[in-house]
């Protein structure tokens, strides 16, 4: 195998396409698709990024035409670093109930992830400020399918609403009962939502909240 060939078959391995690796991190797929055809060799900033994605690069280098089989897993570096993944937000969830429509566009972001036990949503950017200043719109939040949901967790809820329709909201669990959940917001922006159990559909726990930095990344 070529460079150019182990190059596409990484990127496949782990993104799918060259188009969603560009689009993850802002190279031009011209760019990109050239390094992969042998039209022209990478620089050593491109090198030095994909060796922190997980990119054994002293494979993609050699003659080695042997395919490791960690190809579409982190791979440690020099001293054992650990080396965080990049992983596909899923779905859109919103700070204040929203419904589900289906219109959000998933996107790539870096960070270390669990994907057997964890997923990611992001919150919707048009509608609820009620976990402000905790989440807001734009914020990235794993939740945890196994972790035990309990009074004062934030958490991911999805249920029906009184008309049947399918809802999503992040909120603060204020208790939880036999048959129904109380949840609210941290800044007191709205009334207590209360959710019987009968209408309920998922309630996960949120473990983690990534906010992007100011460039957008």
Known sequence: MTFGEKLRYWIEANYASIAKFCSAFGYKYSRIHNYTKGIREPDNEFLNHIRTLGCDIEWLLTNDAEIPEDINNT??????????KTFLVEHNIGAGAVEVDGTFQPYYWEWTFDKDNQHVFVVDHRIGNSMSPFINPGDSVIIH?????????????????????KRVTIKL????EDDFVILGGTNNAETPLVIAKKNLISIYKVTDIHKPKKNGK
């Open 75 to 84: 791979t440690p570096g020099k001293n054992d670093r650990i080396i965080r």
């Open 145 to 165: 399918f196994s972790d035990q949901v309990q009074d004062l967790d934030i958490a991911a809820v999805k249920y029906y609403d009184s008309e049947r329709k």
């Open 173 to 176: 669990v204020h208790h939880i």
